[in-house]
């Protein structure tokens, strides 16, 4: 989803920095510039670092909340005993662009969410600081992840909620930024 929202911001001209994991995916037009990582401390960082220079982000990636605090650079074997794994939370990039989003920056952030899901998703955009999130459910047949297709509710700060049929992922970006193009007006012309 990332890419292709990346790819629909960069075919109606902006420059997009896209900071992604380790994918396969390939980009196609060259007003993206494509930043790797590997771990969400990587992500982290560079989002830190590019985000005073932007009008804003779209948080799509799905980083993982817990990392362990060990990582072996062998293979561990199997014993006849338990092997316990400590975690440690990852820092959490959206809620820290929010703490530092200028009023002229639009954030935004997705929920992949399995129960109370719009109750959940309207935390996450209170707490983050984020001006709209884009709600994935698990439970939605043919979306998401390992698919061409999405389902997705976009709820909004000042309470909309906008809710979309199953459509290509192509689709989906549009409904994204042009969503994102209306908050950016909203806050232009508020500025």
Do not use: W
Not at 69 to 82: A, G, L, P
Request: proline share 2%; glycine share 6%; charged share 25%.
């Amino acid at each position: 989803m990332g890419f292709t929202v990346a790819e629909r911001l960069a075919n109606l001209g902006a420059r997009v920095i896209l900071v992604t994991g380790p994918v396969a995916l390939q980009l196609k037009n060259d007003n993206i510039l494509r930043i790797d990582v590997v771990s969400a401390t990587e992500m982290y960082t560079q989002c830190l670092n590019y985000f005073s220079k932007c009008n804003g982000a779209i948080m799509v990636a799905a980083v993982a909340d817990f990392a362990p605090v060990v990582i072996d650079d062998q293979k561990i074997k199997r014993t006849s005993s338990n092997y316990f794994l400590e975690l440690r939370p990852n820092p959490d990039i959206a809620a820290s662009l929010g703490k530092i989003k200028r009023k002229d920056q639009v954030l935004v952030g997705f929920a992949l969410e399995t129960n109370d899901e719009e109750q959940n998703a309207l935390a996450k955009l209170q707490k983050k600081n984020l001006d709209f999130i884009v709600l994935n459910s698990l439970r939605d047949s043919g979306s998401g992840f390992q698919h061409d297709t999405n389902r997705i509710k976009i709820l909004d700060k000042i309470g909309t909620i906008s809710i979309y049929d199953l459509k290509q992922k192509t689709e989906v970006a549009v409904d994204i930024v042009n969503k994102l193009i209306e908050i950016e007006d909203s806050i232009s012309g508020v500025l």
